[in-house]
């Protein structure tokens, strides 16, 4: 059974910088497609960006490409999401996840962390 555990959330200016961490632990954590996902109050969850095993791809949503950047250490088995020019659209609480499956899959996610609360103010 994989385990995330989220950190790094807090509240911050439009226009400020978090960077989050999803700590994974568990058999096989390194070979999973690593994403984070955000559930806005009063709105579902929608996925945020997505990255591969290896760490080379990468599948952004058009509302953050230019302002988000992920990356993964597989020797720490834990993946960053690095959020710049934070909006206050982006008020969410952050999510980790993972699965056994391909990057080109934005879906079927098997593995969730607790999530990360981000409060961006104006």
């Known amino acids: 059974q994989v385990q995330l555990v989220e950190a790094g959330g807090g509240l911050v200016q439009a226009g400020g910088s978090l960077r989050l961490s999803c700590a994974a632990s568990g058999p096989s954590s390194s070979s999973t497609s690593m994403a984070w996902f955000r559930q806005a109050p009063g709105k579902e969850r929608e996925f945020v960006v997505g990255?591969?095993?290896?760490?080379?791809?990468?599948d952004y949503i058009d509302a953050v490409r230019g302002r988000f950047t992920i990356s993964r250490d597989n020797a720490k088995n834990t993946v960053y999401l690095q959020m710049n020019s934070l909006k206050t659209e982006d008020t969410a609480v952050y999510y980790c996840?993972?699965?056994?499956?391909?990057?080109?899959?934005?879906?079927?996610?098997?593995?969730w962390g607790q999530g990360t609360q981000v409060t961006v103010s104006s």
């Open positions: 990255i591969s095993r290896s760490g080379t791809n990468t």
């Open positions: 996840a993972a699965k056994w499956g391909s990057l080109y899959s934005r879906g079927q996610y098997e593995y």
